[in-house]
């Protein structure tokens, strides 16, 4: 039978948890409480836990994992889960213990064939000589000398829809293009890659089936026995990193140089040996920036723009802020401490459908997490969506409130209340870069454009590595006056 405990700190009680069925709710108030799930009673047990898991990742997180601080399940003998939501105990596995809790096989298992050993699938020494070679690169400072491109972009989609004239549209394609816009614009000198249209639609495909992937793994399964998703699965990676050999192989064949990130990537030395990056490495880590840098950003953005279209009232906030900090000009990189409220709402915005939202890690050796002992192997995770809407890290977790980033709200947060891009020394490479992105992206659009909910689209919130709307996000989009 499988076993489950809730771990609490030696002055809580015991708790009564109240049983709901899983599903989508959206519930009914003055208040914004967009869509969310609604999770089982208690762990659930591992046959029922491989079909939601195929379905939602998200489906198998338990109440519990949203009301206490740490939750242990064992759903069959020698199959440890924990999960690890209070922010401290958080800290003790992504921080002051990130040297004992590391990256599992299964992450290496679900991206390998597509990002390869790069950054963010690599472990110990290979990872941190490719961390400090490509960390220059993501200085703030450096970010902003690339606003003028991101605006760019932006600039074009809302011309886009000028010219469409009023119509729904299907936003998180949309924001797909437009973040990939941004990413080509910014990483690759020239603008788009002949490459472009066949990296969005294999990167898609290779991400759509990824929870087939994480089941396999999280049951040991082995490498070799096939599931529906796995011919869809390699060749997308096989095809993705040929594109990208091709890319790469073409700058080489330039002269290697530019001032855009690839050329900066290939000129960049290992900071300790001097040495550059191998032909393999720099194909995963563009790959991965080109991968994990728009469709990160890309969903953000699609949640962003869908809680505004149901909140018309932040929408005005926002519009208003934009016109008068930038009025009709493009956005530019001064304006982006300015704009505090658009800042707000994506903050927020990352809280309910953080992009990624959940991290696994496993002890290399016995360790500890408070006062209970891991062994290892166990999976230890960090549901990042749960601890964004934890009953006792949040007031109202599942309400829509921007005010919640308010500067004196934000200040007293623990690091680990609120983590969409992670924490620890492997907390996203590109974090300051998607921040800027998203600001100046969503700025652009809402002056743009107002964008209107049809009051019956409910998404779910779906993992596939990155968190999707289920159906797609249709939305009206209406061009305001330039």
Known sequence: MPRFAICYPAKDSQKVIVMLHAGVVAPANTALYPPTIVPPEKPIALKRALVEYVRNPLRVISRPVYEEPMVVFEPAPGRLVVWVTRPDLVEQVLIT??????KTDVERRVLGGSLGDGVLTSVGAHWRWQRRTMAPLFRHQEILTY?????????????QWRRGGSRVRAIDADMIDVTFDVIARTMLTGGVPAEAELIKREGTAFLANSSWELAWALMKFPSWLPHPGTWTRRRAGRRLRQAVGNIVARRQAEGAGGNDLLGRLLAARNPE????????????NLLTLLEAGHETTARALTWGLYLLARAPEWQERVR??????AGNAPIEAAHIPRLAITDRVMKEAMRLYPPAPVIVRTPTSEARIGDVT??????????????????????????FDPDRFLPEREKVMP????????AGPRICLGMSFALVE?????????????????????PEPVSRVTLRPKGGMPLGVMPLPS
């Open 320 to 325: 208003a802020e934009v016109i008068a900090v």
């Open 147 to 159: 606003v003028p491109e991101m605006s760019a972009a932006a600039e074009v989609l809302a011309a």
């Open 415 to 422: 690091r680990a209340q609120y983590m969409p891009f992670g």
């Open 438 to 458: 998203a600001v100046v992206l969503l700025a652009t659009f809402i002056r743009a454009a107002r964008f209107d909910w049809d009051g019956r689209h409910l």
């Open 97 to 102: 213990g990130a040297d004992k809790f590391q």
């Open 273 to 284: 040996s001097g040495a550059p990056m191998g032909d393999e490495d720099v194909i995963s």
């Open 374 to 399: 891991i062994r290892p192997r166990a999976q230890v995770v960090i549901p990042i969506y749960a601890i964004h809407r934890h009953r006792k890290l949040w007031d109202d977790p599942d309400r």
